[in-house]
């Protein structure tokens, strides 16, 4: 059976051609990911070859904002959830009284705390401390995270730390969502059994597909940044799913291991969210 494929109508995801690569196939859905995290499409005129090679129409660029999009920060180590409850930020200034007040905790105990107020929701175990916000300006996470651990837990110990950007974003229907999962995770090399998935989406496909880099920049060895795509677990048969996680490592700095993580998120974080929309784009 011939490898099935798509392009654009007036934007949208329509019908048949061929995807060369990663950053391509992301494009049959997506067109140009801008530095807000928006989805625009930049019609051309009929039968005028768009970017990529892509066939558009149309008159008017139209913007479509991701369904849900967001950036958190991740640190490995060892934690006492107990302590990160609202009152204990906004005792120590990190939050307002008015979060501090509105905020909805969901937990807080010696295993695990789960909270979120206003722009912020934050989850801890004794293993790992989540930060995340879906709203701008994002740098206040890496601000909250910086102050916490800088200021007022400095010699807690960590071992790694992630700068994630995900997105969710909505195509017209299965059928479109599942033509992206054929372009990143061709079925043909599966032979006979890749066959009997082919003919539709009810027959399978593609779960999760992951991509990584090694070898960053001067980063460490042990850095990567990995680019994630999977269906949307949040908006149904016609969602797709895009996670870049940035991950950094202490590089066997032992009991400096965390202020170094600090300093580099610090440091990094607004150029790895910039970097991450590149790979998105």
């Known amino acids: ?8 109508r007036s934007g949208f995801l329509t019908s048949v051609t061929e995807v060369p690569d990663f950053g391509t196939a992301l494009a049959g859905a997506l067109w140009h990911w801008g530095a807000a995290g928006k989805v625009m499409y930049r019609p051309e005129p009929p039968g005028v070859q768009g970017r990529s090679g892509w066939t558009t129409d149309g008159d008017d660029i139209v913007r479509i904002e991701p369904e849900i999009s967001g ?26 009284k008015a979060a501090v007040e509105s905020a909805v905790l969901g937990v807080a105990h010696s295993s695990v705390t789960e909270f979120a107020a206003e722009w912020l929701k934050l989850g801890v175990r004794p293993d790992k401390f989540v930060a995340e916000t879906s709203q701008a300006p994002t740098i206040r996470v890496s601000d909250l995270v910086v102050r916490t651990f800088r200021e007022l837990l400095p010699h ?31 079925t043909a090399p599966w032979g006979e059994w890749g066959r009997d998935i082919e003919p539709d989406g009810t027959h399978g496909g593609m779960i ?22 999977e269906p949307s677990a949040h908006l149904g048969n016609s969602g797709v799913y895009v996670r870049v996680n940035d991950h950094y490592t202490a590089d066997g700095s ?28």
């Open 254 to 281: 032992g009991e400096g291991g965390g202020s170094v993580l600090i300093d580099k998120l610090e440091r990094e974080f607004e150029e790895s969210t910039k970097r991450s929309e590149g790979l998105i784009d």
């Open 71 to 96: 950036v958190s920060v991740v640190l490995l180590g060892s934690f006492n959830p107990a302590i990160f409850t609202p009152a204990w930020f906004g005792l120590h200034g990190l939050l307002p």
């Open 156 to 186: 807690t110990p960590l071992k790694a730390l992630g700068i994630n950007r995900e997105v969710h974003f909505r195509v017209r229907s299965a059928a479109q969502r599942d033509c992206i999962g054929r372009k990143l995770a061709p």
């Open 1 to 8: 059976m011939p490898a099935r494929s798509c392009r654009f």
């Open 208 to 229: 999760s597909l992951t991509m990584r880099q090694h070898r960053v920049e001067e980063r460490p060895s042990d850095d990567h940044i990995d680019v994630t795509v």
